[in-house]
């Protein structure tokens, strides 16, 4: 009876050392987040912000100074070519065209008078000439006539150079006229429009750019207009590919391609940096996109595409080598070094050392960075991985 008690005792000394144990482990295991090697493309960027502009637009402007008689439009419609947009208070500009026609129509009469009088001396000079040759004129009153007759030829070429004139300031009245109305030079949308009826618009000259009236616009074709620090310049080319993240759609980027790149360098607005501006023509999307909006871009400069990738977390650095903690189906890690290649703000291409599927340790940064290898370790559930 004494051997079975002490047999017992040992028995449920035994079990309660490994519970214990067990315990204890538990409590020493790191509790982690994981993820896994996947195949896909990753991206090199640069990022840059600006302003989404539309590619083609015209922005409309007065060639003449007067006020504002009537808008037809308004801003956010639609408008075909030619149609009519507003128009300036016409009065003065007509009133120079009559002018101008009324110093043109005299003008013409003077010619047909003053050629009915050449035509007139140009009988009495024949007749003169005539009486002469028979010995009954007088010598002294043909010469009179013929001076008469050349001085006519004369204010008839003067007449015509006055005529003609005329006949330029009645152009010059009648296109300044037409240019009181406004029309629409392209189909598009009506992005802005800056006049209102009853104010002046002012005409544009060498050293004024004139009044800024309407800016019609084809929507169809958006354009990031960025601003690129001159130290990543060298590294953008026509044709790369950009993610545009625009102001109204802050996590669902809209794809693009660089077609144009700077060739001067600006200075930046509050700061001693320059910049470069490099043009984004945005691929065609349903959603609603503005001129004017901000944005910000990443511009793939180099990509990898099909590889092994990782979030960017679970590298680790020792020395000059790079090394991953890989989850082992016992729960235990092992430290696996890596070959890395390009990266983007989020993942990390991996060129050698793990295969696809690897399960690999990417978090917190504390436990990890206490790993030992052969390490046993806790996942976190998805509710401790959003808390964290």
């Given at each position: 009876m004494k051997k079975a008690i002490i047999i017992t005792l040992a028995v449920g000394a035994f079990i309660a050392l490994i519970v214990s144990k067990q315990i204890s482990g538990d409590e020493k295991q790191a509790e982690v987040n994981i993820a896994q090697?996947?195949?896909g493309d990753i991206a090199d960027s640069i990022m840059a912000s600006g302003n989404l502009v539309f590619n083609t637009q015209v922005q409309l402007r007065s060639e003449v100074t007067g006020r504002v008689d009537k808008i037809f439009v308004q801003e956010g419609q639609g408008v075909k070519q030619g149609d009519m947009l507003m128009r300036l208070d016409t009065t003065a500009f007509e009133s120079e065209v009559s002018r101008s026609?009324?110093?043109?129509?005299?003008?013409e009469i003077e010619i047909k008078h003053n050629k009915t009088r050449l035509a007139n001396l140009e009988r009495q000079l024949k007749r003169?000439?005539?009486l002469y040759d028979v010995g009954l004129g007088n010598q002294e009153s043909y010469e009179n006539i013929e001076s008469a007759r050349d001085l006519a030829k004369i204010d008839i070429e003067s007449r015509i150079e006055s005529y003609n004139q005329a006949q330029a300031s009645l152009q010059i009245a009648q296109d300044r006229l037409s240019k009181s109305v406004f029309r629409a030079?392209?189909?598009?949308?009506?992005a802005s429009v800056n006049i209102k009826e009853g104010e002046t618009v002012i005409a544009g000259t060498t050293n004024i750019i004139g009044s800024d009236l309407m800016l019609v616009a084809d929507p169809s074709a958006i354009l990031a207009e960025l601003?690129?620090?001159e130290t990543d310049i060298a590294s953008i080319k026509l044709n790369q590919k950009a993610n545009i993240y625009a102001a109204a759609y802050p996590n669902k980027p809209f794809s693009g391609t660089v077609i144009n790149i700077g060739t001067s360098a600006k200075n930046q607005a509050g700061s001693q940096g320059l910049s470069f501006k490099v043009k984004v023509l945005l691929d065609t999307t349903e959603r609603q996109l503005y001129a004017g909006m901000s944005c910000r871009a990443e511009i793939a400069t180099s990509i990898a595409e099909n590889g092994l990738k990782?979030?960017?977390?679970?590298i680790q650095k020792e020395d000059d080598k790079t090394f991953v903690w890989r989850l082992n189906s016992d729960n235990t890690v092992s430290k696996i070094a890596v070959t890395v290649g390009i990266s983007s703000d989020i993942e990390q291409a991996i060129t050698d050392g793990l295969n696809e599927g690897d399960k690999i340790v990417i978090g917190p940064a504390r436990p990890v960075s206490l790993l030992t290898e052969g390490d046993v370790v806790k996942l976190k559930s998805n509710a401790d991985k959003e808390e964290a």
């Open positions: 090697v996947e195949l026609k009324a110093i043109l129509r005299a003008t003169q000439k005539d030079p392209m189909s598009g949308l009506l601003r690129v620090d990782l979030p960017i977390e679970a």
